[in-house]
């Protein structure tokens, strides 16, 4: 079950860099983010902006997953089944790591609860183009409880 935590709507770009510092200090630790919106809307730009200026953010469709010091962040857009997951070997990848951000990943989310450490808190951010204006995005942001 998803409960909405907030909204924003920020000029594309411009906006997201502030966006992504303004999150992780919603957060806790370890915590897993699921980005879900339409291609092209900015999901990996949203990465780079949480991730920061220490590191080189690039869409991880190849390889799928990538990692940024104690940031694990991964692109399902090329995976065909769940059954694929097990051989990312997330587990161990997760190992050492506060945060997993996935891509494309909200349809495995049954999957990939199975797959992280209990510990872990989950979260979903929608990202959607604006009607009125390409220059704006809408960000719903979600804490997900798998119990309910």
């Not at 919603?26 to 991730?51: D, N, Q």
Request: net charge negative; charged share 25%; no cysteine.
């Amino acid at each position: 079950m998803e409960k909405l935590l907030r909204t924003w709507k920020k000029a594309y770009q411009e906006d997201v860099v502030h966006l992504g510092h303004e999150l992780r200090e919603l957060l806790s630790f370890p915590s897993v983010i699921f980005i879900e919106g339409p291609m092209g809307v900015g999901k990996t730009f949203f990465v780079r902006s949480f991730v920061g200026k220490k590191f080189l953010v690039q869409s991880p469709s190849f390889p799928i997953l990538q990692e940024y010091g104690t940031i694990l962040h991964g692109d399902f857009y090329r995976i065909e089944k769940k059954e694929d997951l097990w051989d990312l070997e997330i587990p161990f990848v997760l190992e050492g790591k506060k945060m997993a951000i996935f891509e494309w990943g909200w349809q495995y989310r049954f999957s990939l609860r199975s797959l992280i450490p209990e510990e872990y808190s989950y979260f979903l951010l929608k990202i959607q183009e604006d009607a009125s204006s390409s220059l704006f995005r809408h960000y719903n942001f979600y804490s997900v409880d798998f119990s309910v």
